[in-house]
């Protein structure tokens, strides 16, 4: 059997809590439909993928504030989501460290059970936070980077007609798994399968690790 094949057959061992963070900030409104389409590409893409026994999913948007359009769950029982309300602002810093901060509660919370568990987050936006005063969630933002890394998660970073490495240097997230997508429809869905097959990838690999070593 492939590695692919063990890592599927021994998902049940082994969990990935996933995150897809979506900026609805006024400035997304010139691609119609578009984000909502990407969201749900990614969701059918990873439903439909090797890892999907191991995947638990969830979307956050976000402007001024943020919602959870979709609470974890794994992937497998997910509907195609429906539209939503774009607002103003981009509460880009807070709205990433509050990700991470209930991520890591809950994947503490799973190995706290004996589970072999880590996380992944994938951050869309076309903008530069606007939080008043300036930077008032980088340190809270810091700290979630740094326990993340720690219990080994994947971040993501997907600047939508701006620098991608320098949005994840912003953010503290790996440059080297930074996207830069045009501000173009078709380019924001390419990218938003791009990352769902980065989350597959990094989920095979997780639980394929967790998996028993078999004495030759």
Do not use: C
């Amino acid at each position: 059997m492939s590695a692919r094949g063990k890592a599927t057959e021994g998902a049940g061992s082994a969990k990935v809590f996933t995150t897809l963070v979506m900026d609805r900030s006024h400035s997304m409104t010139r691609f119609p439909g578009v984000p909502l389409r990407a969201i749900n590409s990614y969701l059918q893409q990873l439903a439909q993928s090797e890892a999907r026994k191991a995947i638990e999913v969830s979307v956050v948007v976000f402007d001024h504030a943020m919602d959870v359009l979709l609470p974890m769950q794994p992937v497998s029982r997910v509907a195609p989501l429906k539209q939503y309300r774009h607002g103003n602002g981009t509460r880009l810093h807070g709205t990433v460290a509050d990700v991470l901060e209930r991520s890591i509660l809950r994947v503490l919370d799973a190995q706290s059970q004996g589970q072999a568990v880590t996380g992944s987050v994938a951050v869309f936006t076309d903008g530069e936070d606007t939080s008043i005063p300036a930077g008032k969630h980088l340190p809270r933002l810091r700290r979630g980077v740094i326990e993340a890394s720690d219990l080994g998660f994947q971040l993501i970073s997907v600047g939508i007609g701006i620098d991608g490495q320098a949005l994840a240097k912003q953010l503290w997230f790996p440059t080297g798994l930074a996207q830069t997508v045009d501000p173009d429809g078709v380019e924001i869905l390419k990218a938003a399968a791009d990352v769902s097959q980065m989350v597959e990838d990094f989920s095979i690999g997780f639980t394929h690790d967790q998996l028993p070593k078999i004495r030759e």
